[in-house]
Nanobody, 119 residues
């Protein structure tokens, strides 16, 4: 099982940017899926963006509709790190953001990092 540690959250004004990082305890090169989820107060946790490394289908990324064109998920395999670049942040992006990894039948979660968008 892989341990995940997020960082990069904070307070930002609407229209601002943040970059979240998720450092894994092992190589992420062969991890089947890595993703960012978020959970706002009183709401269910939701998928924000995901990278899949399919054996036959190759690498693919997916984004939820509300963040398309504003957020970008990426990885740096040399640093065992996944990123979420968030631009043009909106009030409704306020949430705790969690890193997630699925590999070998195991699901791993980070502890979460708070993102607050407020004027």
């Amino acid at each position: 099982q892989v341990q995940l540690v997020e960082s990069g959250g904070g307070l930002v004004q609407p229209g601002g940017s943040l970059r979240l990082s998720c450092v894994a305890s092992r190589s992420i090169t062969d991890i089947y899926a890595m993703a960012w989820y978020r959970q706002a107060p009183g709401k269910q946790r939701e998928l924000v963006a995901r990278i899949l490394n399919g054996i036959t289908s190759g690498r693919s990324t997916t984004y939820r509709d509300s963040i398309k064109g504003r957020f970008t998920i990426s990885t740096d395999n040399d640093k065992n790190t996944m990123y979420l670049q968030m631009n043009s942040l909106k009030l409704e992006d306020t949430a705790v953001y969690y890193c997630n990894a699925v590999h070998g039948g195991h699901v791993s979660w980070g502890q979460g990092t708070q993102v607050t968008v407020s004027s």
